[in-house]
Every structure is written in C-alpha cells, then in structure tokens.
C-alpha cells in the first residue's frame, strides 16, 4: 500500500507539473467512456424496478406465446391464482396483484372540471408493491370489492399541480366520471406508476373502473383475452422456480375446468421492471448499433491516449534512467507508468459518471413514440451502484490498456545510455526488411486511429442520416393546424344509438364555430395505438393482421389524406347501409396484385359463432402513419 500511495503521489506531481497533456487525455477518455457508461446506464434501465416501491422479492407473471414471450394475463385467471395463492397454507406469493393503465376521465374536484389519466389496480396493489406514500393510506383489499365505497388515492404530481398540495384533501369528494370517490391518499414523489410509458394523476380500485368503463368489464369475463399485467412479492426463502411450479398448478387445473383455448396455459416469472420487456426486445436492433457505436468510439479513444501517454513516456526517459540506475526493477517502473495512466482514466470515469444522467435522458428520447397527443413520457432511468461499478472498471481497464503499451516501451528499453547523452529518444531505432523500414509502435497506433476514426465517421453519418430523415419523414397527413382531445363514453350508461347521437351533434356544434374549418373523429388518433384484428382478403386463405382504424365520414378531408381511387366515407354509411372499407396503397399493392382493388372484399371472422363479417372495398387512400413513424 506504501508503494502504491507513492506511485499516487508521484504521478500527481507529474500531472501538475506537465498539466497539458493530462488535461486533453482526460477529455478524451471522458468522451469515450461517457459514451459508453450512458449507453449501459441505458440498457440497464430495462432492469431498474419501479421508484418509490420495495424491489426484495418483486416479480412479474407473464402469459407466454410462441411469438409473444411477455404477454399480459386475463383478468379472471388472475384471480383464481390470487385466490389459489391465499389458499394455500404454504403459497409461494405473499400477495398478488394486478394493474390495468391507461385510460382517461372526466373529474370534477369542487368547482375545478378537466381530465385525468387513471390507473385501475386490484385491492392488494399497493399492498404487494409496498408503495410508499406521501399522505394518508393506498388501497386496501376492501376497497375492490362490489358494493364498497368507491376510494382513490392521487399521484404526489397531480395533487401538487391540481389542488396546491393541499393536505385538507383528505376525506373530500372527487368526481371521476361523475361518481364521487374518495381521496385516500397521495403517492410519495418517489412513485411514478408500474410503467414507463404513462403517469397515472389517481389509482382506483378495479370493481368502480368495471362499472363504468363497460367495454373493459365486457373483456375481463374473457379468458382468452390477455388484459392485465400482475404482479406477485415472493415470500422469504421461496425462489422463482417454486412460485412458477405453484402457478403452472393452478394453470393446468384451469385448462380443464376452461377448455377451448388453442394452447395450453404457460407462465413466466420475471424481474418487475419499470420498462417493459417488449420494450427491450422492439428496441434490440437499436441497442445493438449504440453499443457498436460506443465501442469504436472507445477503440479510437484508446488510441488516442496511447499516442499522447507514448509521448509523455518517450518525454521521461532519463526520469526512468536515474530511477533505473538507482535500482529500480522493470516491473516498478512499469508500475509508476500505470498508475499514471490508470489515475487518469479514473478522473475521466469520475466526469462519464456526471455525464451519464443527461446523456441517457437524451437517447430515451429518440425512443418517446410521436402522437398527436405529444410524445411519451421520458424514461426515468437512475445511475446506480451498477452503473458505478461499470464505469469505475472501464475506466480501469481502459486506463491501463491505454498505459501498458508506452508503459512497456517505455520501461523496456536499455535505459542507462540515456544518461550519457542529453537528448530524449525518440520513437527508437526501426527494424528494417529487405531494406524496407517496418513501422514502428507509434506507426501502428497512428493507422489504428486513422481507421477507427473512418469507421466511426461512417458509423455517425450513418446515425445523423437517420435522425434527419426521421425529423423531416412525412406522416402522411397535414398536422400543423390540427387539435385533438379525448373523448369517451365508455364510462357512461349511453346506448349505441345515443352514442352515435352524441358525437353527431358534437361534430356539427364544433363546425359551427368560427375557429374551425372541419371536424372529425376516430376511435384512435393518428400516431398512437390502433386496434389490430385478423382479417381474411380477397384471393388469400390465410388471415393477415390488419391495422384498423374506425373513423366517421371526413375523416381523410380533414387530414388531408389524398385520395387515389374509388371514393372517400359518405354520411349515407351508417348502420342501415352495407360495410364498407378503404384501403391504402400498400394494401392495395401487397394483396391486390394484377386486379383492381376497388369492389374487392375484406372478412372479419365473429370468434364467438364463427361467422365472418364482409367489408367491400370502396377506395384507395395514400400511405399514412396509423401508429409510429415505422408502422
């Protein structure tokens, strides 16, 4: 250690005496290993549980496909493994719960009136997640009972940004849909939700959520749907292993009790991650280029501080000499050299590690899906004693690769003629073959920085291409004076008939006023999730997934989508009139080949009696963007 503090010091007295070239190796270390801390800060985001929960023993339930390992659970299977779990005298779980985001509604707060996105959880969410709470009590078991008083507890943003964290708040009425519930209790500002993507404003109970948003209520009573994602802590001692055999129980018990699914119930446990795992695996390619971006990045920054480190060391030969003449082995020579190189780096890693915070947030930005209703959420990933722990033995690594080949060529050399002369030696002498000069240690290092910065500049053109051809790619329909909001009626006791009503009388009010040149609406916006359903084309025999988009005549006026053949939706479609679809120019180019389009025929298959319903086909419209700037 004694040796080692020596070093220490000695290489600090060096660095403050010959400040320059420490400095510009540290910047250039910083770049190349802030590169690489971010983009494993980033990666290792998909592994961070959710803030403002306890993590010990938390895991997730997975419903697993052949091409969809991470699928959610249907809302009756879950509660026959919470309640095969509370059965069991030995249960693998101490509790189980489910959470189902994300959906909006009106709320009313005295005389305040506007919109909140609400998450709806079982009773033993908050329980089972162990979340910690800023004012008053989370959900209870009670609570997601039929016939219990309808409670909520608000999210510690929400309270803040909506009623002043007021903590009289406690015990008074809000109005979500208009039923009144009760605020319970405001999150800690730690508890952002159980998923990246949303911010929920107030949780509710599942019980209250089934009786006004009907269509969610309808899903639920269907095994075959999966709907919810769930959630289990372990109790102490019981292992993954033991709690999945558990459930794989329950599910086999339920194949027989529900036959009638194409495949067998099969369960995954996972680590309950804040990012979801789809995430990961639609992001992977992406990944893979940041990572091979980043390591080239570090390759040439390696170089590059070899080069200058060489320099330094060729600068302090007769340094070395006269600690050589005075009995200094080879191996403490090298020592000294290392230790140097490896402080620097170390400083380096100290400003990645600084780095890290913005430079994550920003790639998690490139990941934030478009939509008319402003871009996803930005990531809240944390630096934590993983990433430190990467960044300090990178930064290690790095700095003794960058020091160990001048650290050889440096204490390697026959040192003691150094002192007979005053000069500083140079690169030393070059071996030659058949009269041709080899090239030397600072020759290759020079070509390896020439090549890495070649690749790398390929690399980054490559990256700023695309970032520019995303900023500028054509959505396939005019946005620039266009306004959205949500509306719903799910939540209401309204009949298809006065729904269809409603939004009749809602367009034509809207058109009347003076702001606006026309109005449209769609069950889903462009640029945010669309229904997908199988449907059979004309000509095919197997069903396709299809994008679907349920729009009222105007819609493609309204956004300006062209029109390339047949006919746009006339007020006579309604429901009285035969189905009808339009198409857009890929499916018309993918299925349509060689025949003409217009007049073909589309069929949904009905899997509750197996009939199919027939959709004609009326027009072609120009490609657009139903759900990200790649579907």
């Given at each position: 250690m004694s040796q080692l503090a020596h070093d220490l010091r000695a290489s600090i007295r060096s660095i403050r005496r010959r400040p320059l070239i420490p400095i510009v190796a540290v910047t250039i270390l910083a770049l190349g290993l802030a590169a690489c801390v971010a983009v494993f800060t980033y990666i290792n985001g998909f592994h961070q549980t959710f803030p403002g929960v306890n993590a010990r023993g938390l895991v997730r339930v997975f419903g697993v496909e052949a091409e969809e390992p991470y699928q959610d659970i249907a809302y009756l299977d879950f509660l026959d493994y919470e309640t095969a779990n509370a059965a069991s005298a030995d249960g693998a779980f101490e509790g189980l719960a489910a959470a189902q985001a994300y959906y909006a509604a009106s709320v009313r707060h005295a005389t305040e009136t506007g919109v909140a996105f609400l998450e709806a959880v079982s009773g033993d969410y908050f329980r089972v997640l162990e979340i910690e709470m800023g004012i008053g009590r989370g959900l209870a078991a009670g609570d997601d009972r039929p016939g219990a008083d309808p409670v909520a507890v608000l999210s510690h943003s929400w309270w803040q940004r909506s009623f002043g964290g007021d903590t009289q708040i406690l015990g008074s009425t809000l109005y979500l849909n208009n039923r009144p519930f009760t605020i319970v209790g405001v999150t800690s500002p730690k508890f952002l939700g159980s998923t990246s993507g949303t911010r929920p404003d107030v949780w509710i109970p599942i019980a209250p959520f089934k009786d006004r948003y009907t269509n969610?209520?309808?899903?639920?009573?269907?095994?075959?749907?999966?709907?919810?994602?769930?959630?289990?802590?372990?109790?102490?001692?019981?292992?993954?292993?033991?709690?999945?055999e558990q459930l794989n129980l329950t599910a086999r018990g339920l194949d027989e009790t529900y036959p009638g699914r194409a495949e067998p119930r099969r369960l995954s446990l996972g680590q309950a991650t804040w990012i979801d795992p789809r995430d990961r695996v639609a992001e992977q390619p992406t990944l893979r280029l940041m990572m091979v971006a980043a390591g080239v990045l570090l390759l040439l920054t390696y170089a590059n501080v070899a080069n200058l480190l060489l320099s330094v060391a060729l600068r302090k030969q007769q340094e070395l000499a006269m600690r050589a003449a005075l009995g200094a082995s080879r191996g403490r020579l090298l020592r000294q050299v290392l230790t140097e190189s490896t402080l620097l780096s170390i400083l380096a890693g100290v400003i990645a590690l600084l780095l890290a915070g913005p430079l994550t947030t920003r790639l998690g930005s490139y990941f934030a899906s478009p939509s008319v209703w402003g871009a996803n959420v930005s990531r809240e990933v944390a630096v934590d004693y993983r990433v430190v722990a990467f960044a300090l033995l990178l930064s290690v690594v790095t700095g003794i690769a960058a020091g160990l080949l001048p650290a050889l060529r440096a204490s390697g050399r026959h040192l003691m003629p150094t002192l007979q002369t005053d000069s500083v030696m140079s690169g030393g002498s070059h071996h030659r073959l058949w009269g041709l000069r080899l090239p030397g240690l600072h020759d290759l290092l020079v070509a390896s920085q020439v090549a890495l910065s070649v690749v790398l500049l390929v690399v980054a053109g490559l990256v700023v291409r695309t970032l520019a051809n995303v900023s500028s790619l054509d959505p396939g329909f005019a946005y620039e004076s266009l306004v959205g909001t949500h509306i719903s009626t799910s939540s209401t006791?309204?009949?298809?008939?006065?729904?269809?009503?409603?939004?009749?009388?809602?367009?034509?009010?809207?058109?009347?006023?003076?702001?606006?040149?026309?109005?449209?609406?769609?069950?889903?916006?462009?640029?945010?999730?669309?229904?997908?359903?199988?449907?059979?084309?004309?000509?095919?025999d197997d069903l396709v997934s299809l994008v679907q988009a349920r729009v009222v005549p105007g819609f493609f006026e309204t956004l300006e989508i062209d029109l390339l053949s047949g006919r746009r939706f006339l007020d006579t479609d309604d429901a009285e009139a035969r189905d009808v679809a339009i198409v857009n120019e890929e499916l018309a180019r993918r299925f349509f080949i060689g025949r003409e389009t217009l007049g073909g025929r589309l069929w949904e298959p009905d899997p509750e009696d197996g009939s199919e319903r027939e959709f004609e086909i009326v027009g072609v419209v120009r490609n657009a963007k139903p759900q990200d700037f790649i579907a």
């Open positions: 969610w209520a309808a899903a639920s009573e269907d095994r075959n749907i999966p709907l919810i994602r769930v959630f289990g802590r372990l109790r102490s001692g019981v292992g993954k292993d033991q709690a999945l006791q309204l009949e298809p008939e006065e729904r269809e009503q409603f939004f009749t009388e809602l367009r034509m009010r809207l058109a009347e006023e003076p702001w606006v040149e026309s109005v449209t609406l769609a069950q889903q916006a462009p640029l945010s999730g669309q229904r997908s359903a199988e449907m059979r084309v004309e000509g095919q």
